[in-house]
């Protein structure tokens, strides 16, 4: 009987370690390949005003490290050209945030509309049927709702679930992560048996990949330098006047350092008003929130919450999840999350991210605290 052929799995190539080991492991299943890499903007490239000029400059080096890898696999590799479509989806947004007085997520977004949105198009193209990417993270089928849901990888110091509950059924549907479970070391180790060994030893990213190891505060002040330098006030949470600040995108929720004032004790971040530029500081107790709002929502294990229901929720990456009751609103793209127990910092504009157990079940972004 002859083998069923395979579909052809576009490889979101990066340049790192990660999607190199990826395709290495895909390539070891029997499965046809095609490394695709997202070309996105270098900082210098988004000019001041938002005015941005792409040229044919030199590959970075990513991409160079990607076709490398796609080389070493012997595989076709395609550069796809996203920095107009980036620019005007994801870094427009960075800013947008931090000028309404938010802490943005990028990645979060840049993962459905970009990687999965546009790069995946691309490769479609060129016969791509699924597509593959060096998240740690495991996508599972649910025959009982017909649902695709992910599943927290077992490596939670890398586990990356959180990132990805933007996609929807459809991107779920043609979605591969071959690195699910594996450790940070023995993805380097692969990577060294398949003699990538400069990819190996590369650093990781810790950065939004757009600042170029800048600042946040001086990409905004290059990139809207009319926009955000605008002076405003320091107060306490009475209303007293504490000093004066240069610009609200100094500043994020439970924010201690670099505030501009000394006042004896330690104080945070508890408010940013971008109506009045007003930064409200306060003690640490101030931080602690028991409810909030979220809005702009997307479920993978369940189509919508039409009544409460239990969960855990994580209201940015590096935190715990901590069990919660997740309410309808009273807007159709809003919930009320409860939570058992008080979490310092809830801060607008980072993601809420509901799991069950180890399952993702959505999430949204988070527009204010209640209490």
Do not use: W
């Amino acid at each position: 009987m002859k083998a069923e052929q395979k579909s052809l799995v576009a490889v979101a190539m990066s340049g790192g370690v990660d999607s190199a080991v990826a395709a290495a492991l895909l390539e070891e299943q029997g499965y046809p390949l095609l490394g695709v890499t997202m070309r996105l903007p270098e900082a210098y490239e988004l000019k001041q005003s938002g005015e941005t000029v792409f040229s044919e400059t030199p590959a970075p080096s990513y991409i160079t490290d990607a076709r490398l890898v796609a080389d070493k696999l012997g595989i076709k590799h395609l550069v796809v050209d996203v920095r107009q479509a980036f620019r005007e989806q994801i870094v427009e947004y960075f800013c947008a945030e931090y000028r309404a007085g938010r802490t943005p997520n990028p990645c979060v977004f840049c993962n459905p509309q970009i990687k999965f949105g546009i790069l995946f198009e691309h490769a479609q193209r060129y016969g791509g049927l699924l597509l593959a990417t060096g998240h740690y993270v495991q996508k599972i089928y649910q025959p009982e709702t017909q649902r695709y849901a992910l599943q927290v990888s077992n490596n939670t110091t890398k586990d990356q679930s959180y990132f990805l509950y933007r996609l929807t059924q459809a991107q779920l549907a043609h979605a591969l992560f071959p690195l699910a479970n594996l450790s940070k070391e023995a993805i380097r180790q692969k990577a060294r048996e398949v003699g990538l060994h400069h990819i190996a030893e590369k650093a990781e990213s810790q950065e939004n990949c757009f600042l170029a190891g800048q600042r946040y505060q001086q990409f905004l002040e290059d990139y809207l330098p009319s926009d955000v330098n605008s002076p405003g006030l320091i107060v306490d949470t009475r209303g007293h006047i504490l000093g004066e600040h240069q610009g609200i995108h100094h500043y994020t929720i439970g924010q201690r350092r670099g505030l501009g004032i000394a006042l004896g004790a330690p104080r945070y971040v508890v408010k940013i008003d971008p109506k009045t530029h007003t930064v409200v500081i306060g003690e640490n107790h101030e931080l602690f929130s028991s409810k909030f709002l979220v809005t702009h929502l997307n479920f993978i294990a369940i189509e919508r919450v039409t009544e409460p229901i239990k969960v855990q929720v994580k209201i940015r990456y590096r935190n715990a999840a901590t069990p919660a009751t997740v309410f309808p609103g009273d807007h159709e793209d809003e919930v009320l999350v409860a939570l058992e127990r008080p979490q310092r910092a809830v801060t607008p504009g980072q993601s809420a991210v509901f799991y069950d157990g180890d399952l993702v079940v959505g999430g949204g972004v988070i527009t204010s605290r209640l209490d």
